[in-house]
């Protein structure tokens, strides 16, 4: 295995040269802003909130999907990132209709959470006050894309680590959606397992177990913590 060595924030460090920019930071306790990203799944770069610079490049670059190469200097948390990263929460609120005073995730969630870590208090942006469906068709979860942020992790958790492929998105730009099944009502998707790991994985309130009311949803992510690291360590096959 080969050995990249970078300079990240001022830190000197080799890392092995298929990790990522996301990785490097880990190694030297640099926690970068992300969203879409979760330990375990694929990474897509949709939420671009994990954006750095690197020297020598005139764009900025997404850590979750960035290999690191050779003498790179990155730089993480520089005035313009966080100008850049605190405009993209205020997208995302005025994007969608994420009114926390009666969200089941009020108290336990990313973007809320996510808010908070850039400064923001309010959306420059005019909102869009969408009218997105809410599916309870399902006899235990139900989701509200009133208050998705499209980082898809329900959609890869669903096909990676359940194997059931339930969620996809479709359609593109505003009109861009998560569909269950062939665009069917949840409850009538026979591929679903009723697992709940799209619960848990969902960093808002948009998917959840229905009889939650607000402020009352709660993840179980040692359950895909779990599931990883025993397919990894092929616990299953030996
Ligand atoms: Fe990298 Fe979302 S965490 S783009």
């Not at 290999?67 to 993480?76: C, P």
């Not at 850039?118 to 068709?137: A, N």
Request: hydrophobic share 35%.
């Amino acid at each position: 295995m080969s050995v990249c060595t970078l300079i990240i924030d001022g830190h000197n460090i080799a890392i092995a040269s298929d990790a990522t920019i996301l990785d490097a930071a880990k190694e030297v306790g640099i926690d970068i802003p992300k969203l879409c990203y979760l330990e375990g799944l694929s990474s897509v770069g949709a939420c671009r909130l994990c954006m750095v610079e690197v020297t020598g490049e005139n764009k900025l670059l997404a850590a979750c999907v960035t290999t690191v190469q050779e003498g790179m200097e990155i730089q993480t948390q520089t005035p313009k990132l966080q100008n850049y990263r605190r405009m993209t929460v205020e997208m995302l609120f005025a994007e969608g209709n994420h009114v926390c005073s009666f969200c089941v995730a009020n108290g336990n969630c990313e973007l809320q959470d996510m808010a908070v870590t850039v400064g923001m208090d309010h959306s420059r942006f005019p909102y869009q006050f969408p009218t997105r469906s809410i599916d309870v068709s399902h006899s235990q979860f139900g989701i509200d894309r009133n208050r998705c942020i499209l980082c898809t992790r329900c959609v890869r958790v669903c096909d990676e680590i359940e194997g059931a492929h339930v969620w996809d998105v479709a359609n593109r730009g505003d009109q861009c959606d998560i569909i269950a099944g062939l665009d069917q009502p949840w409850g009538e998707v026979s591929a679903c397992t009723s697992c709940g790991k799209c619960v848990d994985a969902c960093p808002t309130g948009a998917i959840f177990r229905q009889g939650t009311t607000t402020g009352e949803k709660e993840r179980d992510r040692s359950k895909l913590e779990f599931l990883v690291n025993a397919r990894q360590n092929q616990e299953w096959s030996r």
